[in-house]
C-alpha cells in the first residue's frame, strides 16, 4: 500500500486516461504523440484499450502523456 501512496497513476484505469485524453485533445493529437495504428486509423476506445492492455512500450508512452498533460493543467 505505501507503495502506491506516491503513484499518480494509481487508482486511475487506462479507460479513464484514454478518455481525458480524447475529450482534451482529440485522436489526432493522440496519434501524432504516440505513433499507433489504433490512434491513427478508425480509433475507438475499445480497439486502443486492447492494443494497449497487450503492448506495454505504448501503454507506457499513453500513460507518461497522460501524467504530463495533467501536469501541464496545474
Known amino acids: 500500500m505505501q507503495a502506491q501512496k506516491n503513484n499518480p497513476l494509481h487508482n486511475i484505469t487506462l479507460e479513464q ?3 481525458y485524453m480524447v475529450e482534451q485533445k482529440g485522436w489526432e493529437y493522440l496519434g501524432s504523440q504516440v505513433n499507433i495504428n489504433c490512434f491513427q486509423s478508425n480509433p ?16 507506457t508512452k499513453v500513460e507518461s502523456l497522460y501524467l504530463y498533460l495533467k501536469r501541464k493543467e496545474k
Open 17 to 19: 486516461i484514454l478518455n
Open 44 to 59: 475507438s476506445i475499445k480497439s486502443s484499450l486492447t492494443f494497449l492492455r497487450k503492448t506495454p512500450w505504448a501503454r
